[in-house]
């Protein structure tokens, strides 16, 4: 069974970090590209970044670009999301996702339960 575990989220005000972690289980973690996305409270969710298998090739949304930072580490099967100058647009629910293969970014099969992210003075 695949699973995903978020953690790491929390209550941070604007200019500070955080750093999610995914926990993955159930499958070969370094076969398949990850992403985390997040849903802010009334609206869609929206994809935030990528990383392939192997850790040699990253992407981000513009509204993150510069400020996030996605990495993985393939020998304990973890994700995570470095996130820093956080700014209260940034409060959502976090989740990580699994790309489907040899699809576009964004294309996910499986969801974590999602870690929230607070972002406030």
């Known amino acids: 069974e695949v699973q995903l575990v978020e953690s790491g989220g929390g209550l941070v005000q604007p200019g500070g970090s955080l750093r999610l972690s995914c926990a993955a289980s159930g499958f070969t973690f370094d076969d398949y590209a990850m992403s985390w996305v997040r849903q802010a409270p009334g609206k869609g969710p929206e994809w935030v970044s990528g990383?392939?298998?192997?850790?040699?090739?990253?992407i981000y949304a513009d509204s993150v670009k510069g400020r996030f930072t996605i990495s993985r580490d393939n020998a304990k099967n973890t994700l995570y999301l470095q996130m820093n100058s956080l700014k209260p647009e940034d409060t959502a629910l976090y989740y990580c996702?699994?790309?489907?293969?040899?699809?576009?970014?964004?294309?996910?099969?499986?969801w974590g339960q999602g870690t929230q992210v607070t972002v406030s003075s």
């Open positions: 990383i392939n298998r192997d850790d040699s090739s990253t």
């Open positions: 996702a699994r790309e489907i293969p040899r699809y576009d970014w964004g294309n996910m099969d499986y």
